[in-house]
């Protein structure tokens, strides 16, 4: 089975901290995602990356950042994290567009 | 860019029961997939169906989909106590990168 590997379950920052959260994919997959979960709100898309170098910015980008230096490892960075990015983020990948995506299992970030 | 709704935001019921939650999203679709999530945990591929197809099995979960309607339901049979989750509709779009686009999400709860 494919298997995403998120680095931290939980992590507690403080205000302005650089914060980065990885994810490890271990099955070759082309594409990687970086989604926020909000109660209420769902999944939000931050970005995502469909080959390695390449990253596009998904629906709420602002105050985030991501490196795809190697094609298993997809990192979300926070330049200067804020109390608003209080959520769980969830890493994700695909084979292909059209199939469905394998997610890890979040990483619940408090800010304070 | 929220896409999918479900409906209800949140259903009770006893095990042995059957579960119907429904999705609604706006614009036309490449697929749309039906994910779950245990309480606080990443979310579970169940089942995808595209948007030539109207009806999908997989064991004791049946899905439809009308893209006339721009709807689809997720049956559950049979529910079990196990079966208790957040269940989410995702839709795949058919212009640009096609990535998923996730709604609330709807709160199941199987009582035994």
């Known amino acids: 089975d494919v298997k995403v590997t998120q680095s931290s379950r939980y992590l507690v920052k403080r205000t302005g901290e650089k914060v980065f959260l990885e994810c490890v994919q271990d099955?070759?997959?082309?594409?990687m995602f970086w989604y926020r979960q909000d109660p209420g709100l769902g999944l939000r898309l931050i970005y995502f990356?469909?080959?390695?170098?390449?990253?596009e910015k998904g629906d709420i980008p602002e105050g985030y950042s991501v490196s795809r230096e190697k094609k298993e490892r997809f990192s979300l960075i926070l330049e200067s994290a804020s109390t608003n990015q209080t959520s769980m983020y969830l890493c994700?990948?695909?084979?292909?567009?059209?199939?469905?995506?394998?997610f890890g299992s979040g990483t619940r970030l408090t800010v304070v | 860019s929220q896409q999918g709704e479900e409906d209800p935001q949140a259903l009770s019921i006893q095990e042995g029961e059957n579960a119907t939650m429904n999705c609604s999203y706006k614009t036309s679709i490449n697929n749309l997939q039906w994910y779950r999530q245990n309480s606080g945990r990443g979310l579970v591929h169940l089942i995808l169906?595209?948007?030539?197809?109207r009806e999908k099995h997989s064991g004791r979960l049946r899905v439809t989909l009308d893209t006339s309607k721009k709807s689809s339901s997720l049956l559950i049979t049979a529910s079990r106590a196990a079966d208790t989750a957040s269940y989410f509709c995702?839709?795949?779009?058919?212009?640009?990168?096609?990535?998923?686009?996730f709604g609330t999400g709807t709160r199941l709860l199987v009582s035994p």
């Open positions: 099955m070759d997959h082309e594409n």
């Open positions: 990356s469909y080959d390695v170098k390449m990253k």
């Open positions: 169906i595209r948007s030539n197809e």
């Open positions: 995702a839709t795949e779009g058919n212009t640009g990168f096609q990535k998923l686009v």
């Open positions: 994700a990948s695909s084979l292909h567009q059209g199939g469905g995506y394998t």
